[in-house]
């Protein structure tokens, strides 16, 4: 039997709707949230992200500005972009686009960036929060709070599952790691090093693939009746492509996320949840 798709787009306009009625709230307390991009450079992949990301804020009616920066920008210069930006009342959410060019330190910028608008969720008192436990003090990232969002919409449990995450990423891997040990799922995760690959995906009742490695999850890697779920991207040609080789995979497992449609939209639909979040703590 082919496997149910998980509908991304429907489920994140769910949560933007619900994003919309919390706005409503906030309004009559004159507060509008506002969200900060900060691009460096012009890799097309980035590029498109953050306009998502600022077509969201428009729709919402949040406040958003783009701070775009030459690829050689010094440290020092980024770093003075993100002190500004945490002095900004009208700014609640900061968010650094990433991969950062080789010549800065991506933890470096990360850290500078006020734990209050953080809303991707990569400083380490967020992080920190979260592997505590501590879950609804912080801000969660988005992609992996999507991913999780996505897991919940399918009814599946992830208490005592084994779920297997491929990739390891500050992004995706290992906050999406945290969330699921707080939810009691008996962990796996993998990355380039992990020795056979297939066995531990075979193992898996959830697995979740974020490594941006085209058809790297063949259907001999996937227990029947699992629940998948693709975080990657690739461009070929003019085809987006996940981490998964969905028309096979779609036969073997209960459930699946296409790509695109999947996990992307999620991330948009979460970051504008967190910016709303970051605006209220701001009272
Ligand atoms: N690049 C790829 N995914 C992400 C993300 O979730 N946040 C940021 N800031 N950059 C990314």
Redesign the pocket.
């Known amino acids: 039997m082919s496997a149910k798709i998980i509908d991304g787009k429907l489920i994140s306009k769910q949560v933007l709707e619900s994003v919309a009625q919390d706005f409503k709230n906030l309004k009559q307390k004159n507060i509008v949230p506002g969200l900060a991009v900060v691009l460096v450079g012009n890799d097309p992949a ?1 590029v498109l ?1 953050v306009e998502k990301k600022q077509q969201a804020c428009k729709n919402l009616g949040f406040f958003s500005v783009k701070i775009s920066l030459a690829e050689n920008v010094s440290e020092k210069e980024l770093l003075n972009e993100i002190e500004k930006l945490n002095n900004d009342k009208k700014i609640h959410g900061i ?5 950062l060019p080789k010549h800065v330190n991506t933890e470096k910028i990360i850290e500078a960036i006020s734990p209050k608008k953080d809303v ?1 969720g ?1 400083t380490s008192q967020n992080l920190g929060k979260i592997a505590l436990g501590l879950e609804k003090d912080a801000l969660v ?3 992996p709070k999507g991913v999780i969002k996505l897991i919940e919409s399918t009814g599946t449990e992830i208490k005592g599952k084994n779920v297997t995450v491929v990739g390891k990423s500050i ?2 891997g290992k906050p999406l790691s945290l969330l699921l040990l707080n939810r009691n799922a008996t962990l796996t995760v993998c990355d380039k090093f992990t020795k056979n690959l297939k066995q531990k995906c075979l193992n898996a009742d959830i697995l979740i693939s974020a490594t941006g490695k085209a058809e790297l999850i063949t259907k001999e890697m996937v227990k029947p009746e699992a629940v998948v779920l693709d975080v990657g991207t690739k461009k070929i040609g003019n085809k987006v492509v996940g981490d998964v080789v969905f028309e096979d995979v779609k036969e073997k497992a209960s459930f699946i996320t296409p790509v695109p449609g999947g996990v992307g939209p999620m ?1 948009v639909a979460c970051l504008m949840e967190n910016t709303l979040l970051a605006a209220k703590n701001s009272l």
């Open positions: 980035s992200y968010l650094v686009q990433l991969p991707d990569f990232s988005c992609t992004t995706v991330t």
